[in-house]
T-cell receptor
Framework: GQSLEQPSEVTAVEGAIVQINCTYQ??????LSWYQQHDGGAPTFLSY????GLEETGRFSSFLSRSDSYGYLLLQELQMKDSASYFC???????????FGKGTRLHILP | DAGITQSPRHKVTETGTPVTLRCHQT?????MYWYRQDPGHGLRLIHY???????DKGEVSDGYSVSRSKTEDFLLTLESATSSQTSVYFC???????????????FGAGSRLTVL
């Protein structure tokens, strides 16, 4: 079956760097995205990878290795406002079927 | 904010009653989605649409139906609500993927449904 696996929780210190991993097993693959969701809010888009390698957007970077069915989100210079849940998502077909992982809760310590 | 609204935002209903949630967009985006979010399960795709009258099932479509008779509206119907359908429901929209293949989902604010 299809699945996206990511750690349920990660804890890091303010100002540090944290990496959130995602491995996927899907019937098709057309790209990996990352979304952030604060408590009580809606998910918001962070980053996208269609090809292998690193994409950088400010303090956030995302990496993809299609041969390993693996990607990660890297958050640098952590701020307290980065405390949130982070979801990886796979675009599974050309009709844009998009499925999500269960999310990683990021706790940031001062 | 992208023009996407969900209604109702909150609803309490009883087991066995029909419920319809509405997602309305003013962006003229082609793709629309319904997800449910439950603790420990993340976001699970219920149904999605890739055009007017073009819909397909997601991961957890049993007990749900959808309709999209015009670009701007995507309706999610629970024909006979059950307690297991108590959840927060999110609608999302996206444009056709750009040349890079990226498709960015923009989510509505969510609809909290409680089935007693």
């Amino acid at each position: 079956g299809q699945s996206l696996e990511q750690p349920s929780e990660v804890t890091a210190v303010e100002g540090a760097i944290v990496q959130i991993n995602c491995t996927y097993q899907t019937s098709g693959f057309y790209g990996l995205s990352w979304y952030q969701q604060h408590d009580g809010g809606a998910p918001t888009f962070l980053s996208y990878n269609a090809l292998d390698g690193l994409e950088e957007t400010g303090r956030f970077s995302s990496f993809l290795s299609r041969s390993d069915s693996y990607g990660y989100l890297l958050l640098q210079e952590l701020q307290m406002k980065d405390s949130a849940s982070y979801f990886c998502a796979v675009r599974e077909n050309r009709d844009d079927k998009i499925i999500f992982g269960k999310g990683t809760r990021l706790h940031i310590l001062p | 904010d992208a023009g996407i609204t969900q209604s109702p935002r909150h609803k309490v209903t009883e087991t066995g009653t029909p419920v319809t949630l509405r997602c309305h967009q003013t962006e003229n985006h082609r793709y629309m989605y319904w997800y449910r979010q439950d603790p420990g399960h993340g976001l699970r795709l219920i149904h999605y649409s890739y055009g007017v009258k073009d819909t397909d099932k997601g991961e957890v479509s049993d007990g749900y139906s959808v309709s999209r008779s015009k670009t701007e509206d995507f309706l999610l119907t629970l024909e006979s609500a059950t307690s297991s359908q108590t959840s927060v429901y999110f609608c999302a929209i996206s444009e056709s993927p750009v040349s890079s293949g990226a498709n960015v989902l923009t989510f509505g604010a969510g609809s909290r449904l409680t089935v007693l």
